[in-house]
């Protein structure tokens, strides 16, 4: 059965299975906009990470079960909390006991083992955090995937932004109370963790609230807890919530300061108790771990005896190695406009004690999409034969644009019918004729040129004045070309003389109402497309709502200290569930063709230390 027929046996599954979120559709956007405004204000008032300095503390050890073990399967997965399909499908294969995994090229097809750890990397909920939020969209289908495990792996779960939306108290509920998710143990009592692996390795969760900062008790844990104990060749691995190292490069060199500051601070050395003094304690950050952007990619750390091209860098296990794996279960991100080099940090930061050089990082050549599907899928937006036409995929707003329009001919028609000297925009649209038209049309155009040229010399007598162009200025030009258009039609259109003023203007409205709705739309996902910043440029994909390219990162801590990420991805996801009987549950929704599962780009191995090989 699909989804929405399961949703019919919600009192028997525990849970009401969701459909995928869709980002553009005007009621979504209204209340997620609510929500991030909210957040954002009220976020330096109620910051729950100070309350939780007063919780208990205490480090965690993976595994549960094994004390002593050797080796351990670790399973990241982030952005998970959506639509149920998508969500389900990579839930279930996460629970898979043994998952076998298809190579690339003639290699044989491997095996994996269900990690004994599951990091959930951020956004465990869309599109904003709420109590029945996550039991609909995370907690349902994940205790459904593994309802007990004899083993009990080890969750541990780090906030994003999605998280931070209702200032992170359902996040806390669900996560740092010890209580089990099906199978899987919650163990945390924060939002940050430090989990101590075998082999000399630490996992450390940091939360960074809404891209803020790293409030103090949360130092003091990761001081106590990390710091403290780190030794000589000791490695570490660090989920945040974003990849502030892309950001660096994108948005904002200053993106991945706290990052770094954190690494000189609390990884590589440590405060001397005694002395205040900053001591080197021998460790290093090998792995990088976040989610945020939807999608697979990976930066390696160039070495200094490179000479490869970028993108060309041979393995080699004494690259630290920066990971961006978001398919859990959101839509899909773009990732044809990555930067090919990180210089971290970067030379616009600001920050004062920092690595001179900085080390640069190359962007990988395998990326989930691919460069070439990535570009294809994001002008979907814009194809109204496509599925993912903007108005199609986000119900509601086709409704808005021709809403829009029939105010927009109102005002038209009332400047048009002012320029032919009369009141009613109806006479105005029956009498005049195409030369009348074009004098208003050229008339307005040329008003918009005049704008633009004083804002042009604006810029040039004061150069100091680093204003950057309105995007948001030129969609309402778009906008305002689509509306002279309907006007045109309007006018030309030979309206019988037996019509009330009344019926030509509902027949104007009817037509800027279904002209806009089309044309409307199309101009609103050209604009987006023609974005290479900002906002617009994740509309692009999230606009779409993909459900498909779906996966995690399984990783092996082998017994000689070495960890090596399999990448993997879902060939397709599961649309076809079966309901079955479970002792557990009662009931549970089965995948009726569990999905086939790949290597994304071969293993990576990264050595605990940067030793020659």
């Known amino acids: 059965m699909k989804a929405h027929e399961l949703r019919k046996h919600a009192e028997e599954i525990g849970f009401t299975p969701q459909e995928q979120t869709r980002w553009l559709a005007p009621g979504q956007l209204a209340r997620t906009a609510v929500k991030v405004v909210l957040a954002t204000v009220f976020a330096g008032y109620a910051d729950k990470r100070e309350i939780q300095g007063a919780l208990s503390e205490r480090p965690l050890h993976a595994p549960l079960c094994e004390p002593g073990a050797q080796e351990l399967w670790i399973d990241f997965v982030a ?38 750890l599951l990091v959930l990397g951020g956004d465990e909920v869309y599109p904003v955090a709420s109590a029945r939020g996550y039991e609909d969209k995370m907690k349902g289908p994940y205790r459904a995937a593994l309802p007990t495990a ?34 899987w143990q919650t163990a945390q009592s924060r939002s940050y963790f430090v989990v101590q692996l075998p082999q000399r390795w630490w996992l450390i969760g940091l939360d960074s609230q809404l891209g803020e900062y790293f409030d103090d008790p949360q130092l003091r844990y990761f001081q106590k807890h990390l710091s403290a104990n780190l030794e000589p060749g000791d490695g570490v691995i660090v989920c945040s919530a974003e990849p502030t190292w892309v950001k660096s490069a994108d948005r904002s060199a200053d993106a991945f300061d706290a990052l770094h500051w954190f690494d000189r601070n609390y990884v590589r050395t440590r405060t001397d108790p005694q002395t205040g003094e900053q001591r080197p304690t021998g460790a290093s950050i090998r792995l990088w771990l976040t989610g945020d952007r939807h999608h697979y990619a990976r930066y390696a750390e160039r070495l200094p005896e490179d000479t490869a091209p970028t993108g060309h860098l041979p393995p080699d296990p004494r690259r630290r190695q920066m990971v961006t794996c978001g398919l859990g279960g959101a839509y899909l991100s773009a990732t044809h406009r990555l930067p090919a080099a990180l210089p971290l940090p970067p030379s616009g930061s600001r920050l004062r004690e920092r690595d001179d050089p900085p080390v640069v990082f190359d962007r990988a050549r395998a990326t ?13 937006l814009a194809r109204p034969w496509s599925p993912y036409w903007l108005p199609r995929r986000n119900p509601g707003f086709a409704e808005l644009t021709a809403g829009v329009h029939a105010v927009l001919f109102l005002l038209l028609g009332f400047l048009f019918a ?41 810029r040039l007598l004061r150069p100091h ?34 019509w009330s003023g009344w019926a030509v203007l509902m027949a104007c409205l009817v037509l800027a109402a279904l002209v806009g709705a089309v044309l409307g739309s199309e101009a609103f996902a050209l604009w987006i497309l023609s974005a290479r910043s900002g906002a617009a440029t994740d509309w692009q994909m999230s606009g779409q709502s993909i459900e498909e390219h779906k996966g995690f990162l399984r990783l ?30 009662g009931k549970r929704p089965v995948p009726a063709a569990p999905p086939t599962v790949r290597l994304i780009e071969d293993p990576v191995v990264i050595a605990r230390n940067a030793r020659t090989p």
């Open 368 to 380: 989930d999409p691919d460069a070439a599907d990535s570009r294809r899928m994001a002008r979907r």
């Open 150 to 183: 004899d083993d009990h792996p080890l969750l541990v779960a780090l906030p994003g932004n999605h998280d931070w939306y209702d200032g992170l108290t359902a996040f806390l509920r669900i996560f740092a109370q010890q209580r089990p998710i099906g199978g």
């Open 418 to 458: 002012l320029s032919q000297g009369v009141l009613k925009p109806v006479d105005a649209v029956r009498h005049a004729d195409g030369g009348a038209l074009g004098s208003f049309v050229g008339g307005f155009c040329g008003a918009v040129a005049v704008l633009f040229l004083l804002r042009l010399l604006y």
């Open 556 to 585: 092996h801590l082998a017994p000689d200290g070495d960890i090596t990420i399999y990448p993997l991805a879902l060939d397709g996801i599961c649309r076809e569930w079966d309901l079955q009987d479970d002792p557990a549950l």
């Open 465 to 498: 004045v680093r204003a950057k162009p309105s995007t948001t200025l030129v969609a309402l030009l778009m906008q305002v070309a689509v509306a002279l258009a309907v006007l045109a039609v309007a006018v030309g259109v030979p309206f019988p003389d037996s």
């Open 79 to 116: 952005d998970l909390g959506d639509g149920f399909d998508a969500t389900s499908s990579v839930a279930w294969t996460l629970a898979a006991e043994k998952l076998t995994v298809d190579a690339p090229g003639p290699a044989p097809p491997g095996l994996t083992s269900r990690g004994a």
